[in-house]
């Protein structure tokens, strides 16, 4: 089992910065992605962001220019700055990891953190 803890959430004005951290620890064999989510009040969960093993990245377009993810292999570490924070990005974020099952990795295993709250005020 991998474990994911969460930090960095929180209140901040529109305009504004935030960065968002998850480590991963536990039983992990190799990681092959890393990711952000999120889930506003009454809506799916969304992709926010995701970056490879081989450091490729995916934005969702709605914070492209705004937010970079980042992470430290070595730390098993994946960060998300957040600038020119938006009421719209008011949401729970939650931390993704996808790991290989065994150590041929014929099979990935999903896991996810408890989420942090990220707030804008207008």
């Known amino acids: 089992q991998v474990q994911l803890v969460e930090s960095g959430g929180g209140l901040v004005q529109a305009g504004g910065s935030l960065r968002l951290s998850c480590a991963a620890s536990?039983?992990?064999?190799?990681?092959?992605?890393m990711g952000w989510y999120r889930q506003a009040p009454g809506k799916q969960r969304e992709l926010v962001a995701t970056?490879?093993?081989?450091?490729?990245?995916i934005y969702a377009d709605s914070v492209k220019g705004r937010f970079t993810i980042s992470r430290d292999i070595a730390k098993n570490t994946v960060y998300l700055q957040m600038n020119s924070l938006q009421p719209e990005d008011t949401a729970d974020y939650y931390c993704?990891?996808?790991?290989?099952?065994?150590?041929?990795?014929?099979?990935?295993?999903?896991?996810w953190g408890q989420g942090t709250q990220v707030t804008v005020s207008s």
């Open positions: 993704n990891v996808r790991d290989c099952s065994n150590r041929w990795c014929t099979r990935e295993s999903d896991y």
């Open positions: 536990g039983s992990i064999f190799s990681i092959r992605a």
């Open positions: 970056i490879s093993r081989g450091g490729s990245t």
